[in-house]
Antibody, heavy 121, light 106 residues
Framework: EEQLVESGGDLVQPGGSLRLSCTAS????????MSWVRQAPGKGLEWVGN????????NSADSVKGRVTISRDNAKDSLYLQMNSLRAEDTAVYYC??????????????WGRGTLVTVSS | DIQMTQSPSSLSASVGDTVTITCRTS??????LAWYQQKPGKAPELLIY???SLQIGVPSRFSGSGSGTDFTLTISSLQPEDFAAYFC?????????FGQGTRLEI
């Protein structure tokens, strides 16, 4: 069964750092672009960023640019999100998602269950 | 950034009804649009991609249409398990954005 499992969410103080992990199973992780998407409590979905198959191509949202680093370890079938200088508005459930391409269009065809990050003093 | 306007924000319907949710984009995105369903406390699930292609395993009562700037998700013969939130998402350019969501309620 294809699966993504996130971990690392926690309560952290404003200005703090956190590293989220996502472990993939059931598919060839190294052949897929991957993404992080977050959802603040009771709110909609917000794209955080993408990373390509070898980790050398990345994009991120302006709201997190300069504060987050997306990386991956294909040998460990794992995706990471390093978050620094955390703010209250970063409080959200963070989802790991697999990207599927159709010609030039792409979408998220597999999602993890999410991990909760709470930024509060 | 491309703005996504999804409507309505909430919708009341009954089992057996047919409902339509609309997503309008601030500029043309060809057919680079996907639809997701999210149930409370769960991760989103892909329903439709490339505006009208049904994801494997999704019931055929779900359908998508549109191109350019106007898109619709139609759910025919609503089932109890369809009462959930629905989101559209474009992939035309970075940053990708989602619609604000439609909550489908009984």
């Amino acid at each position: 069964e294809e699966q993504l499992v996130e971990s690392g969410g926690d309560l952290v103080q404003p200005g703090g750092s956190l590293r989220l992990s996502c472990t993939a199973s059931g598919f060839t992780f190294s052949t897929y672009w991957m993404s992080w998407v977050r959802q603040a409590p009771g709110k909609g979905l917000e794209w955080v960023g993408n990373i390509n198959q070898d980790g050398n191509g990345k994009n991120s949202a302006d709201s997190v640019k300069g504060r987050v680093t997306i990386s991956r370890d294909n040998a460990k079938d794992s995706l990471y999100l390093q978050m620094n200088s955390l703010r209250a508005e970063d409080t959200a459930v963070y989802y790991c998602a697999r990207i599927a391409w159709l010609q030039l269009s792409w979408h998220f065809d597999l999602w993890g269950r999410g991990t909760l990050v709470t930024v509060s003093s | 950034d491309i703005q996504m306007t999804q409507s309505p924000s909430s919708l009341s319907a009954s089992v057996g009804d047919t409902v339509t949710i609309t997503c309008r984009t601030s500029q043309t995105i060809n057919n680079y649009l996907a639809w997701y369903q999210q149930k409370p406390g769960k991760a989103p699930e892909l329903l439709i991609y490339a505006a009208s292609s049904l994801q494997i395993g999704v019931p055929s009562r779900f359908s998508g249409s549109g191109s350019g700037t106007d898109f619709t998700l139609t759910i025919s013969s609503l089932q109890p398990e369809d009462f959930a939130a629905y989101f559209c998402q474009h992939s035309y350019s970075i940053p990708i954005t989602f619609g604000q969501g439609t909550r489908l309620e009984i």
